[in-house]
């Protein structure tokens, strides 16, 4: 029975038998054509035996089968990571960050870049204990537990401690609490300019790419993550070089997920719609009435009429989605916290947080 021994290679790739898996599973390609999981275990576990060409071949078809699942795109990062191509690794991760927000190994995969770009160091990347740290994880196996559940519950106990003292609480104003920013430098024998992109959206000169670069790491010391991601736009969208690039990439990592007490510099709709690739990924604030609202089982959209809440002024329409529940009707006034969004090749919210203005008459 196919899905027998589908379980089957489950148990082996929990107890960390990759060879066994590879064995079961390997010769069953037909059979489990259409399946993720199939290939995501024997992906993996290609990768885990140091099979990078295997673990490519099959991640990509669990892929196909199943975009955007974190798991995937955090092998084909590793994958990335091994070949020495940052630049790749880097943009799956970004993504693995926005699609579960505080995945645990893509924050250690940005980290690493992060620390192997401030010190210049790029042997950091090609260690095997710090690249072992990023494959994707292992379901649990009981079997493994050695650690008592005390010990763990004590261990919980002292990291909640820890993060309460004074000195692991974000900051804000002072720049402190980002001292890794200062790190990330351009290297003076890297190339700042692509001439193949003279005709880039933003052509820069080689001191504006600089300077612009320099604001980024500014606006992030200072805690000021809206204008920080549309100077890294501004970065991508012109004629820097990949390397260039790459840093600013790099930047943005640092920026966090805003609530409605903790949001700055948030963007006016008029300022978006003059330039929206300008201010992709920059969080705002905007109020509107809902109208076209569609509630699914796990999420919400809806079209925002923005500056309608009090049926004065119309300035613009955009589909809002939500992943999140919210007790809405049709004509509610609503204040919106957003991500802008593109990817429709329209403008668009990703909401992180809303709530009614009042109630409708």
């Known amino acids: ?77 590793a994958i990335h990571l091994k070949r020495a191509e940052t630049e790749q690794a880097l943009e799956l991760w970004l993504e693995v960050a926005e699609l579960d927000h505080g995945n645990r190994l893509a924050a250690r995969g940005l980290e690493l870049l992060r620390r192997a770009a401030a010190r210049e160091d790029p042997q950091m990347l090609q260690d095997p204990r710090r690249v072992q740290a990023l494959l994707p994880g292992v379901p649990f196996n009981p079997r493994t537990l050695v650690l008592p559940l005390a010990g763990l519950a004590a261990a919980a106990l002292l990291a909640a401690g820890i993060l309460l003292l004074p000195g692991y609480l974000p900051q804000r104003g002072g720049g402190s609490g980002r001292p890794e920013v200062r790190e990330v430098r351009l290297a003076a024998g890297q190339p700042t300019m692509d001439p193949s992109l003279a005709a880039a959206r933003y052509p820069l000169t080689e001191r504006q790419i600089q300077e612009s670069f320099e604001r980024t790491k500014r606006y992030l010391l200072q805690f000021r993550d809206n204008l920080a991601t549309r100077e890294v736009n501004r970065i991508l969208l012109s004629n820097a070089s990949a390397y260039v690039k790459e840093k600013a990439r790099l930047l943005s990592t640092f920026t966090r997920v805003p609530d409605f007490t903790t949001v700055r510099d948030a963007f006016s709709f008029r300022e978006v719609a003059v330039d929206p690739p300008l201010h992709e990924g920059c969080y705002v604030v905007w109020r509107g009435k809902v109208a076209n609202l569609e509630i699914a089982a796990e999420s919400l959209s809806f079209d925002l009429l923005v500056g309608y809440e009090s049926q004065q002024q119309l300035q613009g329409v955009l589909r809002v989605r939500s992943a999140f529940a919210a007790e809405l009707t049709d004509g509610d006034a609503v204040e919106v916290l957003g991500r802008v969004d593109l990817a429709s090749g329209e403008v668009a919210l990703e909401a992180v947080s809303l709530h009614r203005l009042y109630a409708t008459p």
């Open 1 to 77: 029975m196919p899905q027998s021994l589908l379980q089957q290679a489950s148990r082996s790739y929990r107890r960390r038998r990759f060879d066994l898996v590879i064995r079961l599973l390997e010769s069953q390609i037909f059979r489990f054509r259409e399946n993720p999981v199939f290939f995501y275990l024997l992906g993996c576990s290609c990768l885990r035996m140091g099979d990078l060409g295997g673990a490519e071949s099959y991640l990509r078809r669990a892929s196909q089968l199943r975009p955007q699942d974190p798991g995937t795109l955090l092998g084909m990062a």
